[in-house]
């Protein structure tokens, strides 16, 4: 299987890009805990209600660890952290936490290596992904 992509048109007006055509993956379904239980069943020794309640059991781990104030570091899947969205002020002494934080995200930075020849960073969990057209949509109302 690969990754499939479309071509979307920008929609924003004040960028260099407006109008301009780029290339968006397409998601070809959504894969659940219940799902990677299965999968991971398959392949090891745990039953699927382990790998289900292991899997559960990571995401509330990582949950209080990001609420503690921490950064989660999973090696080969990457790093998760929290940040936050908040107004700006002239003053440093005007802020108020209460009033200026609008809210608090996690982001998800994935495990990278650096290629040795180009230089450039490449993320491990996309290494090897192919990449090919998606069959158009007949329901999406998008002139190609």
């Known amino acids: 299987m690969s990754v499939e992509v479309r071509l979307e048109q920008s929609k924003f007006k004040d960028k260099n890009g407006a109008g301009k055509w780029y290339a ?5 379904g959504v894969a659940t805990t219940d799902d990677l239980a299965d999968a991971i069943q398959e392949n090891t020794s745990f039953s699927r ?15 209080y660890r990001l609420r503690q104030g921490e950064t ?3 090696e080969g ?7 936050v969205e908040s ?3 002239d003053n440093p002494d ?3 936490i209460k009033k200026h934080i609008k809210n608090v995200k996690c982001r998800f930075v994935p495990t990278s290596t650096r290629n040795a020849r180009t230089g450039k960073k490449e993320q491990t969990l996309a290494n090897g992904a192919r990449v090919e057209w998606a069959e158009p949509d007949l329901d999406d109302d998008d002139d190609w």
């Open 24 to 28: 968006r993956t397409v998601s070809t």
């Open 49 to 63: 209600g382990d790998v289900r309640g292991l899997v559960i059991a990571l995401v509330d781990e990582i949950s």
């Open 77 to 83: 899947l990457g790093r998760f952290h929290l940040t």
């Open 94 to 96: 005007d802020f108020d």
């Open 72 to 74: 989660v570091a999973l």
């Open 87 to 89: 107004e700006p002020v």
